[in-house]
């Protein structure tokens, strides 16, 4: 148990150490307990970032049966992951993961750059108009990651959703059940989209988001 301490606070001083070298120093951090299959115990770092908290890393310490089977019996370590692409769109207030994979010139030519330190802000250009969606529904009482559901409305709606923001939260005075509102950003990177064809994606993200995380729908 000592050993895991020392290893846990390893963990947190490297990272800290990196994510003030990539933001800059006097940053607001705080870390967040979570689960992930092979660390444990299991942590996310939030950073403070322009008046919002964001996710930008997951870690935890290794679990020892997976360090042995590497053959490393007396060690015990740590590990973690981050998205590149989510911490370029903080540095440079890139607004859709999807610009990422675009051979559009007018996003790439503002990163070729002489000098790799040099200061850059992604300057918006016009794109087709998006459809909004929200979507709420009750969470159930335990066991509810709100990671999950970003990761569900990704994996149906693919390149279609542009972003997911919660935008409301509320708790029922009497059943002390908490409601979550998400609005979902539909948009195609090369036509217009019509509501009619963005309205069966969002009702496969509604009928996944109850079978597969358990909420109850108020839709």
């Not at 997911?164 to 059943?175: A, E, Y």
Request: charged fraction near 25%; hydrophobic fraction near 40%.
């Amino acid at each position: 148990m000592e050993a895991m301490k020392l290893v846990e606070f390893d963990l947190k001083q490297t990272l800290t150490r990196l994510v003030s070298h990539i933001f800059g120093d006097g940053l607001d951090i705080r870390w967040v307990d979570c689960y992930f299959p092979f660390t444990h115990p299991s942590f996310e770092m939030e950073i403070n970032f322009h008046g919002e908290w964001l996710e930008v890393l997951g870690c935890g310490v290794m679990e020892q049966q997976l360090v042995n089977s590497a053959g490393a019996h007396d060690r015990i370590g740590w590990a973690f992951g981050l998205g590149l692409e989510r911490l370029a769109m903080i540095l440079y207030d890139i607004p859709d993961i999807r610009l990422f994979w675009s051979e559009d010139e007018r996003f790439l030519k503002q990163f070729r750059v002489s000098d790799i330190n040099q200061h850059v802000k992604f300057q918006p250009f016009s794109k087709y108009p998006a459809v909004i969606n929200d979507i709420s529904f009750w969470l159930p009482s335990e066991n509810y990651i709100e990671n999950d559901f970003y990761d569900l409305v990704r994996t149906i709606g693919g390149d279609l959703v542009e972003r997911v923001d919660l935008i409301d939260k509320f708790k029922h005075p009497k059943t002390h059940k908490i409601s979550h509102c998400y609005r979902i950003t539909y948009r195609h990177m090369e036509r217009t989209l019509s509501q009619r064809e963005v309205r069966h994606v969002h009702q496969a993200v509604q009928e996944a988001t109850v079978q597969l995380l358990g909420v109850e729908g108020r839709f």
